[in-house]
């Protein structure tokens, strides 16, 4: 049984950062492209980050390019959002998704399987 188990979200001041971990079972990881994605109330969920199968290519939404990292690391199949200088508009449900490796950016393409998300909200 394949498993995405998003941790890390909480409760912050802007300004302030957060790591978000994903981390998966039943499934080898170094076979997927992965990618960040965030939904807030009353919007659209949207792609935030992703990255591909070797960690060698990452590509980011404009809204938070140069604030946010994705990274990863396949022998503990786990990927991580770093987010610093957060601002309230980056208050949103968090959801790490597997999906398929292309060689050029967003270099995640579909999503075969989704983690169930953490909250993230930001504060004045």
């Known amino acids: 049984q394949v498993q995405l188990v998003e941790s890390g979200g909480g409760l912050v001041q802007a300004g302030g950062s957060l790591r978000l971990s994903c981390a998966a079972s039943g499934l080898t990881l170094s076979a997927y492209a992965m990618g960040w994605f965030r939904q807030a109330p009353g919007k659209e969920r949207e792609r935030v980050a992703s990255?591909?199968?070797?960690?060698?290519?990452?590509s980011y939404a404009d809204s938070v390019k140069g604030r946010f990292t994705i990274s990863r690391d396949n022998a503990r199949n786990t990927v991580y959002l770093q987010m610093n200088n957060l601002k309230p508009e980056d208050t949103a449900v968090y959801l790490c998704?597997?999906?398929?490796?292309?060689?050029?950016?967003?270099?995640?393409?579909?999503?075969?399987?989704w983690g169930k998300g953490t909250l993230v909200t930001v504060s004045l």
């Open positions: 990255i591909n199968r070797s960690g060698s290519n990452a």
């Open positions: 998704a597997a999906g398929s490796d292309i060689a050029a950016p967003p270099y995640l393409y579909g999503s075969h399987y």
